[in-house]
Every structure is written in structure tokens, then in C-alpha cells.
């Protein structure tokens, strides 16, 4: 079956401008993960859905960053304001079990 | 608190050699260790788990690791490289529930050669 999928696969913007990011997890996983990977480092955690709502937002690096996943299945990273800093490979990965998570390919965001 | 401290940035081998990868972890509660893969402009592939039971793992492409709690580690082996390995690998660790996220470590880069 289809894997999760990410869409952009890349995405240009300018410093200041509003991204939003998809993923389409794989059909029937309930939990729903977001990551970012800068270069030379391991993903980091950004939010956590299980259905539609948020079960851990711990990770978003600060008020511009939201996440939303209204029918419990896609989801979209929204920055607003975006920075320089925010430049990375955005990740999603899904589960139904739970202690396996399934990844897609990522988004890479490029802030100029 | 979890964290993962993945020791070396890079290792090098040769085709047919010994591969040992490094990873300790500090966990408050029994963890759940991972080790991912992942390729050039890919996503990351799950190599292998541990979550409760066996401590040593066998996961896909020859790969294992063992879990030591008296050691917190859970290094990653194969005993022969093959120069399709060459990649980068991520180990991981999340509390003993499900639903929890994935604390990763820096990754190391394994290099093959021939």
C-alpha cells in the first residue's frame, strides 16, 4: 500500500512569508507525527495528533509554528512569519500501533 | 528526560568488514529503542526495534542490535558490510508507550569501501 506522503517536496520562500506543509499519512494510522531535520543533525520533535487532536505539542519552537489535522487523517504544518532559522527537511511520520513509527520522504523548506 | 548520544559522526569500513555502530541512551522510564536508516533525498526506514522481550534484535539487511540496561546502550552490528550500507544511521529511543515521539541522536554516517 501507499506510504505516507509529503507535499512540497521542496519549497522556496522568502524570510517573512507564510508556508504551509502537507502530509498524507497512511491510511487508518490514528497518530500522526511532526519532525525537523537541520543539516547534520537527527530529526526533532514538533507535535503529536492522535485523530484530530493534538496530544503533545511540546516540540513547536515557538507561536509561529501550528499544526492542524481536522478529519483525523491529513495534516498541515503552517509557519507564519518564516525565518532563515527555519530552513530544514520537515518530517512527518505515522503509526497505529503506536511504538512504530512509518516516515515519509520530508519536506525540504529553504528560507531566503 | 530521554536523550540518545550516538558516538562517532562517522565510520568507515571496508566491504566485508565488521560494522559496530554506537548508541547510548538516558531514559527516566524502561525505554523503546529504535535504529533508523536513511538514504540520499529518502525518508527514514526503520532497521529494527526493541520494545519489550529479547534484548538482542534482528531487524532487516543482516542488521541487529542489543539492548544492555546495565550499559544503556543498544549498538548496532552487521558482521559483513556491503557497500549498498553506506548511508546514514539514527538511533532512537521513546518512553514505553505508545504515542510518545522519538528522541533521536546526531546520526553517523557509515561509509563503505571497496
Known amino acids: 500500500g501507499a506510504g505516507v506522503s509529503q507535499t512540497p517536496s521542496n519549497k522556496v520562500t522568502e524570510k517573512g512569508k507564510y508556508v504551509e506543509l502537507r502530509c498524507d499519512p497512511i491510511s487508518g494510522h490514528t497518530a500522526l507525527y511532526w519532525y525537523r531535520q537541520s543539516l547534520g543533525q537527527g530529526p526533532e520533535f514538533l507535535i503529536y495528533f492522535q485523530g484530530t487532536g493534538a496530544a503533545d505539542d511540546s516540540g513547536l519552537p515557538n507561536d509561529r509554528f501550528f499544526a492542524v489535522r481536522p478529519e483525523g487523517s491529513v495534516s498541515t504544518l503552517k509557519i507564519q512569519r518564516t525565518e532563515r532559522g527555519d530552513s530544514a527537511v520537515y518530517l512527518c511520520?505515522?503509526?497505529?500501533?503506536?511504538?512504530?513509527?512509518?516516515f515519509g520522504p520530508g519536506t525540504r523548506l529553504t528560507v531566503l | 528526560a530521554q536523550s540518545v548520544t550516538q558516538l562517532g559522526s562517522h565510520v568507515s569500513v571496508s566491504e566485508g568488514a565488521l560494522v559496530l555502530l554506537r548508541c547510548n541512551y538516558s531514559s527516566s522510564v524502561p525505554p523503546y529503542l529504535f535504529w533508523y536508516v536513511q538514504y540520499p533525498n529518502q525518508g527514514l526506514q526503520l532497521l529494527l526495534k526493541?520494545?519489550?522481550?529479547?534484548?538482542l534484535v534482528k531487524g532487516i539487511n543482516g542488521f541487529e542490535a542489543e539492548f544492555k540496561k546495565s550499559e544503556t546502550s543498544f549498538h548496532l552490528t552487521k558482521p559483513s558490510a556491503h557497500m549498498s550500507d553506506a548511508a546514514e544511521y539514527f538511533c532512537a529511543v521513546s518512553a514505553n508507550q505508545a504515542g510518545t515521539a522519538l528522541i533521536f541522536g546526531k546520526g553517523t554516517t557509515l561509509s563503505v569501501s571497496s
Open positions: 526493541y520494545t519489550t522481550g529479547a534484548t
Open positions: 511520520a505515522s503509526s497505529a500501533t503506536g511504538n512504530e513509527q512509518f
